[in-house]
């Protein structure tokens, strides 16, 4: 029976609800930054995206185009 109080106690020490209450409050917190981060990638690959159009469309009036079009 000693072992049997001694794990009620140290169950009893770990206090599980307070633990949930804190893992839960992290996994909410998890999921807020993740979606942050998603927006943050998404908003430098747009931006990426448009300098690169960007230098191509410079690149292309500084040197014109390489081969004459059919009127």
Known sequence: MDNFSGALTAWKN????ELQKTLDTQ???LVENQKESVVGRKSL???TKVQEDTRRGEAYRIQGPTKSLPD
């Open 45 to 47: 690959a747009d931006r």
């Open 27 to 29: 996994g909410i917190e």
């Open 14 to 17: 770990i206090n599980f609800s």
